[in-house]
């Protein structure tokens, strides 16, 4: 506990937890002060992911290479998971479905390109573990093909199609989780040389009972704030006059990725920008192919109806596009800071559009 | 004649053809049990592929490099070939269409995708000659080109663009043919050191007599049963549960493609991944930019209306991402064992939409 | 003006400045003799075009490195500039779309291709910097995205929408306008060292007096022939049998880029292919993120509505492949000149389908 304290005054970041408690008792005092409830959730989700993520790491320590990496691949999207659980279970779809594109797309363009613009601003051209940016481009490109398939193999929504999609959704679920699985054994066992300079920085681990009971008393927390988050969302988004698109892919994903964005932006200023790379592109083929496809299996048990795969195609457009642009960005393991405004331009006008979109449109 | 009975002893691919009589014997006895044509059928194509292959690649030895290889390269297909011309005279132009997609589909990730996987498990990592590779792949990429026009550029089907789609047909078709020749050219004359390491294992060649008899022989075999297939293959499908579409992408490939299989697995077993790719990309890069153009030339007068190049939606996604997918694994020029796992997971994406599909939503 | 002379005496190609003052002439006397108008125009523009470039590179090179290269970059589309402000001014906003998806793809598809095939036909493998062609081929990339953000993410036209279109253009004009300013500080400032290989020629530079002078003057006979040009080119489509659509993208984008494409392949026939690539990809480039940007903010004030950035979805899959054959053609750093033939069999196929497309289904 103690460690846990002197963590805690350390990390300016995690300051913030105080709107932890804060956010909890407003929403009890003022059950309708949504644009309230929206902010003050945000601000109690970062330090929440930012524990979560610690805890995670700590335990991976505990546990050896292959568990640790393991753990890291299944859990480091935990925050994201526990959020889009909420919504399915409030029914909210689309921005299920919103948040997930959202944050494949924010995750393999703006904190991709973000950390080669930080790090090409202090160093000239910086190198990277290229083998390891293109094993998880592939990953990333293999979930684009199955949100692609529904909408180009499949047909248009009629009472047969609907049980098509279902079906459909399930076996490439599946198909995802699998290969995801098989791509574990391959990075931290089979080819595990392949992927040396990726390695996560050591920070001092907490003790594995300090970390189990922050993983799970800290995951009771996410879920209790991140309902306050999926209740106010759309009444907030009104007050802000921003399009509920323009939340579930930008605002989302950003929140959700906190964490991982501030030890990705650190590691490109310190040169290490194999790790930088990992964190994004990994970060985002693990809520491809695993957050994803485990929120489809879980709508059968969660939620009023199963989810499907049946993205909107906008949502589509943008997870190919930011996939291409990451394959052909991380193709030559070099990066120099132009690389970075590239990437975060087609990630600002992809913004532009989601926030000039018309409210009904997306979805 | 006694070669061949001896090479037939020795490969036990080719008892199957004891197939051939009894499928022919059962189409005339039994002429409605249709599920039984299509599965003898299949049993009885696969050895005829085989033989034809073999005798193929015997004139091809015996003509001398260039000519050879030109030989190869337009009878490597003959079976697929035959099997689309016999399904055009019989007007079943979706068949034609589907056999032609899938061909190339299956071809570009089955066929690689396993012999990445096959040969990955038993090395660690294999090299192959990017620079061969590269060429296949941009020839399978200006066919996805030529695919993707109608649909794109052209327009709805009306009357006035009926004429559209087959004036743009024909005149892509000959665009695609001259870069097949040119490629041939430039692959067999003009920089064939480039093309080091993809050359064919010497099998013993029959003698020219031999070879060219069989030729003949085995190609009239080939069209006789691949009328009873042809014939068989919608009421069969219906009996087995499966689509039109899956039927016509997944199976008559898989049949069609028998023989480059059983050759290029084995080459990527004994390290051989020069072979095997060059297998893989020629075998679709053939049937893109010469079996399906000669098709769209030979429609104008076997069958009873000529045969365009506009395909059905899905057909070309899945074109176009088996294009890519082979584009992007083969450029580094190196696989391991997960490529192959990446390529054959988008294979098994696709198949499992199109036996979902609902019967109606494809051609 | 003696240079101008000289300068015209040893370049055959200027002597077709004699059709500058035919073809006002005979504007004045034979207001509707369009088909007349549009030969003579396209044979007047030829030259004015390399009269424009060369005063345009003279200045450069008066004036330094950096602003020469951003005088370079600006200006080296002067003639397809004015066309279009000249197109806009008349209202023909189809024209202007139709010439600036035909510029991006002529350059980085016809005359990429050409110099291939032109410099593969003397020198057996020819090798360029891949790091500027990957630089260029980036920012095309960047622009291919905006262009198809209005018909995937956006919606289709409604009143409500006409007005998110016509903002998404301008945030879209804006974002690639800046990363145009931000890629010439790059490409000319801070990492200028690595686009070593590409600098032009050094031709005999005009004073200075008389290379402002000729780009003022030839500017405004530009202007004044686009003028004919644009108010013939219909009328004479018609009596060519040619499409509207087959005249804005190759003929007036073919007739725009005669200077460079003069430049570009007689660097490729000597063997300086770095220099080459460079025109025409920076060309492509120059016209999707400068040229088209400039043109959507400057139609507020010019023509009689603003134009936005939605494209018929055709000529947007034109320049997506045509971005990414560039990509992929240029991704190794080498050439032979079956590279050229794949290219340049991409635009004839484009060619041929703009070429047989009904009348109305274009634009």
Chains 1, 2, 3 share one sequence.
């Not at 991709?112 to 990333?140: D, I, M, P, S, T």
């Not at 459909?168 to 995802?176: D, E, H, Q, T, Y």
């Not at 970390?211 to 927390?221: P, R, S, W």
Request: aromatic residues 10%; neutral net charge.
């Amino acid at each position: 506990m103690r460690l846990l304290l002197q963590e805690i005054r350390h990390n300016p970041l995690l300051w913030l937890l105080i709107f932890v408690p804060i956010v909890l008792v407003v929403e009890k005092l003022q059950p309708h002060a949504y644009t309230l409830h929206f902010v003050l959730s945000i601000l109690a989700i970062v330090p929440l992911a930012v524990l979560l993520s610690h805890a995670t790491e700590s335990v991976a320590a505990k546990t050896g290479d292959s568990v640790g990496g393991l753990l890291n691949s299944t859990l480091g999207n935990l925050t994201e998971l526990v959020i889009a659980i909420t919504a399915l279970q409030a029914g909210q779809y689309t921005l299920v479905k919103a948040s997930i594109a959202g944050a494949i797309t924010t995750n393999s363009l703006f904190m991709l390109g973000a950390c080669f613009l930080l790090g090409g601003l202090r160093y000239h051209v910086q190198e990277f573990n290229r083998v390891a940016a293109r094993f998880q481009a592939g990953l990333l490109f293999l979930a684009t093909v199955a949100l692609l398939i529904p909408s180009t193999i499949g047909a248009r929504l009629t009472a047969e199609n609907a049980r098509f999609n279902r079906e459909l959704s399930l076996a490439l679920s599946v198909l995802l989780l699998l290969a995801y699985a098989l791509g574990l054994w391959f990075s931290l066992k089979t080819h595990v040389e392949m992927f040396a300079g990726a390695a996560e920085e050591e920070e001092a681990a907490w003790p594995i009972g300090l970390a189990l009971g922050t993983l799970a008393g800290v995951t009771v927390f996410v879920a209790l704030v991140s309902e306050v988050f999926v209740g106010s969302v759309q009444e907030a988004a009104k007050d802000f006059g921003m399009t509920p698109a323009f939340v579930g892919f930008i605002v989302v994903a950003l929140v959700g990725a906190a964490a991982e964005m501030a030890a990705a932006f650190s590691a490109a200023r310190k040169n290490r920008l194999d790790l930088s790379v990992s964190i994004a592109l990994g970060s985002s083929a693990q809520i491809a192919l695993f957050v994803a496809p485990v929120l489809v299996l879980l709508s059968s048990f969660v939620g009023p109806a199963p989810m499907d795969l049946n993205f909107w195609p906008g949502a589509v457009a943008m997870v190919f596009f930011a996939t291409l642009t990451a394959t052909l960005v991380t193709n030559s393991g070099r990066s120099v800071w132009f690389a970075g405004v590239l990437v975060l331009t087609v990630y600002l006008m992809f913004a532009a559009a989601l926030y000039l979109l018309p409210p009904s449109s997306a979805g």
